[in-house]
């Protein structure tokens, strides 16, 4: 989740940095901007700039993975033990995101560690030193599913 939180505020800043950029340079070229019919259409292209980011942010911060849905339906089924819960410094909306470190202990193979970050709502009842039930992918052990509530 910090790792989506970095990227975006990065490739946002860049763009703005861009499109400032790009803003002074069509004045600088064009003395009369302001008087001429190009500036709606540039107003409304930074205005679109500007908000177009955050809505594909929001979309991908609050969409379920597709991995998500099958692993639930085909993934194997496992105890875990919650080593760690903690609530992260990150708000979208009123969602708090929990991180949830789990050790996986599949029956007849080595338990290995999986690491889940999800609103607090969805994960927030795992409690340290608690077991829960989980799936996961065979093929891909960071695709763990919590399961019940």
């Not at 069509?26 to 930074?46: D, H, M, R």
Request: charged share 20%; net charge positive.
């Amino acid at each position: 989740m910090l790792r989506k939180v970095t990227i975006f505020v990065v490739l946002y800043t860049l763009l703005m940095v861009a499109l400032i950029v790009s803003i002074v340079a069509i004045i600088e070229s064009n003395k009369t901007f302001s008087k001429t019919s190009n500036s709606a259409a540039v107003i409304t292209g930074l205005v679109i700039a500007m908000l177009v980011p955050p809505a594909i942010f929001i979309y991908w911060i609050f969409r379920t993975p597709a991995w998500e849905a099958t692993v639930r339906e085909s993934g194997k089924t496992a105890s875990a033990l919650v080593k760690r819960s903690v609530t992260l410094p990150i708000h979208i909306g009123n969602s708090r995101y929990q991180q949830v470190v789990l050790e996986v202990r599949p029956a007849g193979e080595p338990a290995f560690e999986a690491e889940i970050e999800k609103p607090k709502s969805q994960v927030g009842f795992a409690q340290e030193g608690q077991l829960v039930e989980v799936k996961y992918d065979p093929t891909n052990k960071r695709r763990v599913v919590l399961l019940g509530n």
